[in-house]
């Protein structure tokens, strides 16, 4: 089975929302809008966006990626978080327990998420067919080649995400994409 490439997919500070976080930040049965599909099926970047406060800093206009999920999560680089003054574990995505919350302020009403700051663990998501063609499984951990030519990287410890309802794509942050000069959608390749 041949492989097919990897494209990239960088992610900006963003969050993930809640019903129940949802209707405080816009509203009672409010509904996010789609303002354009991203790389994995079924979830876009919404219109709305809201305001990421802490005591030291802020970050405004950061967008929602929908659709709405169970529990809020803000992912962060580790750069966004030390300048909001937050300790902010690189996690796998829903993996909240123990991290730093947030004042997060919408356009109707204000949350004060206890927990739910990460910084994204870097992942590469595929679906089963490709996890065979690439050889790997679920959770595995491989190093994969990022970058153009004058400051490529070689990122370990790189989580594999499989499922069905997955397209094939690798995501990482702005700080790790401005480290290879890398850019949306070039290819990259596991290398082991």
Known sequence: MSKAPIPLGISARHLHVSKEDLAILYGEGHELHCFKPVGQPGQFAAEEFVDLVTEKSEFKKVR????????TQVEVSLSDAMKMGL???VRDSGDVAGTPGIKIVGPKG???LKQGVIVAKRHVHMTP?????YGV????LVQVKVGGDDRCLIFDKVLVRVGDNM???MHI???EANAAMAKNNEVVDIIK
């Open 64 to 71: 929602i990626i929908g659709p709405i999920r169970k529990e």
């Open 87 to 89: 300790k902010a574990p």
């Open 110 to 112: 204000t949350v004060e």
């Open 129 to 133: 067919a490709d996890a065979v063609a």
């Open 137 to 140: 499984k679920e959770k595995d």
């Open 167 to 169: 397209a094939l794509e």
């Open 173 to 175: 942050d702005t700080d």
